[in-house]
């Protein structure tokens, strides 16, 4: 006497949404996106130049004291030099060059010193980008 066990019609697709944890996320990464909001635009980008054929090379040294490491890159003649925690080279160039404009081969963070501010926009992305292959061997 065989008996069938098996019942065809047996659901078990309880399917659960994911939109309350989306929701949830979604929260959560604004609330912790910035610290301190980036401009979206200052006058001095204007002074940003194209970025160079080569690309940027985040190993490259201070053009100053050949300190290497987390460099800042200018992004007006594009020399490298070195952070406040080493020499403060960059500081002295964006002063003696009138240079404000430059990006942190730390974080990829471009900084505005006659803002001082952050600065986040569309001009810059192809430089942040070239910076982010250089650093981490891939493409943004
Ligand atoms: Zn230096
Ligand atoms: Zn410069
Ligand atoms: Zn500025």
Known sequence: ???????????????????????????????????????????????VAPLPEAGLNVEDPCTDCEAKGENWVCLVCYKVYCSRYVASHMVTHGEAAGHPVVLSYAD?????????????????????????????????
């Open 108 to 140: 990829l963070s471009v900084w505005c010193y006659k803002c001082d501010n952050y600065v986040a926009n569309e001009v810059l992305k192809p430089i942040i980008a070239s910076a982010h292959k250089s650093k981490f061997g891939k493409e943004l």
């Open 1 to 47: 006497m065989a008996e069938q066990g098996s019942s065809n019609g047996a659901e078990g697709g309880k399917v659960s949404s994911n939109t309350d944890l989306l929701k949830q996320y979604e929260k959560q990464g604004v609330e912790a996106m910035y610290a301190v909001e980036p401009l979206s635009w200052c006058d001095h980008l204007q002074q």
